[in-house]
């Protein structure tokens, strides 16, 4: 059975970069879209940054735009997501899903994909001086 095991979060201070990695086990994650989650405290999940598997269109919350980043590593069976001049308002636990191949990601960003059953650990972001 596949999964997806996020890594690379943690405490950062205002303007600082991380690169976030999500790596799948069990199945090509080039076969499928990608879509990047946060759960800030006290919120509901959120999607925030995605790329359909079809075409590449990229999609992702306005708050996000020009700062994050998607991109994959076929070979390696990995997304990363690369977030520059992070904000205290990124902070949270940060989750990858797939996304059928075929279907366009960008209604995902902004919503809470409750009905997805792939979740992995997550990967907890703090944003912080």
């Known amino acids: 059975q596949g999964q997806l095991v996020e890594s690379g979060g943690g405490l950062v201070q205002p303007g600082e970069s991380l690169r976030l990695s999500c790596v799948a086990s069990g199945f090509t994650l080039a076969h499928y879209g990608i879509a990047w989650f946060r759960q800030a405290p006290g919120k509901e999940r959120e999607g925030v940054s995605c790329v359909t598997g079809s075409d590449g269109s990229l999609a992702s919350l306005d708050s996000v735009k020009g700062r994050f980043t998607i991109s994959r590593d076929n070979a390696k069976n990995t997304v990363f997501l690369q977030m520059d001049s992070l904000k205290p308002e990124d902070t949270g636990v940060y989750y990858c899903?797939?996304?059928?191949?075929?279907?366009?990601?960008?209604?995902?960003?902004?919503?809470?994909?409750?009905?997805?059953?792939?979740w992995g650990p997550g990967t907890q972001v703090i944003v912080s001086s």
């Open positions: 899903a797939t996304v059928p191949f075929n279907v366009q990601c960008a209604p995902l960003i902004g919503e809470a994909a409750n009905d997805y059953r792939g």
